[in-house]
């Protein structure tokens, strides 16, 4: 089985460096506009619940039923969302944070380990299904955060957290050979759904 797992489109926040976290932000019209239709057509994607993965399936996936997983939305950064580390650059917190290599808790906001642990436990439920279900390929629709915690756990090559975040639109085509006896999965490409790539 192979697995696509994706990130959504251009947003305001994305473009401004604002932490987006669970905030509900929309694609914005350049977003949108930079997206093109994939090149496979599944007929299930997952996404969250958060509009801007719907938008960017929307375009990338016209025909497909769009599945919400709520496990799989991205990291609450609570106090710190909505905002940009220039914003934030004599924040005691928010510098207690970064010193902290993001991994202490943000103010009101999930630890790293704990959203890394949900998006996990959501993603490998996901593969469990999807192979039980005898599927031949398993679409995921996320966020960043989603990609960076389900490749450093699951992934080979194996990399560092943050090597994992794609660019909007981009992700990770994954062959899962080996999940049901090792849970591990082989990176075989990377993909880009925006136009410009696709020239």
């Known amino acids: 089985m192979l697995i696509y797992l994706l990130r959504h489109g251009l947003t305001a926040y994305n473009a401004e460096k604002r932490y987006q976290g669970q905030r509900d932000i929309p694609l914005s ?3 949108r506009a930079q997206l093109c239709r994939a090149d496979i057509q599944p007929k299930t994607v997952y996404i969250t619940p958060l509009c801007r993965t719907r938008q960017t399936a929307e375009v990338l996936f016209p025909e497909a039923d769009l599945v919400e997983v709520r496990g799989l939305q991205e990291m609450c950064f609570g106090s710190f969302e ?9 924040d005691p917190d928010y510098l207690a944070w970064v010193d902290a290599n993001c991994e202490s ?3 009101d906001g999930e630890t790293k380990a704990l959203f890394s642990a949900r998006v996990c ?3 490998s439920a996901l593969v469990d299904k999807a192979l039980a279900d005898g599927e031949e390929t398993l679409v995921i629709l996320a966020h960043g ?3 960076m915690a389900a490749m450093e756990r699951y992934a080979l090559p194996h990399e560092d957290y943050y090597h994992w975040c794609a660019p909007n639109a981009g992700g ?6 080996d999940w049901a006896a090792h849970r591990i999965l082989h990176l075989v490409k990377t993909v880009q759904y925006t136009k410009e790539a696709a020239r």
């Open 82 to 90: 909505g905002r940009n580390f220039i914003e934030m650059e004599h």
């Open 145 to 147: 955060g989603t990609q």
């Open 172 to 177: 990770y085509l994954l062959d899962a050979r």
């Open 121 to 123: 436990r959501a993603f």
């Open 105 to 107: 808790p943000c103010p």
């Open 29 to 31: 019209p350049e977003g």
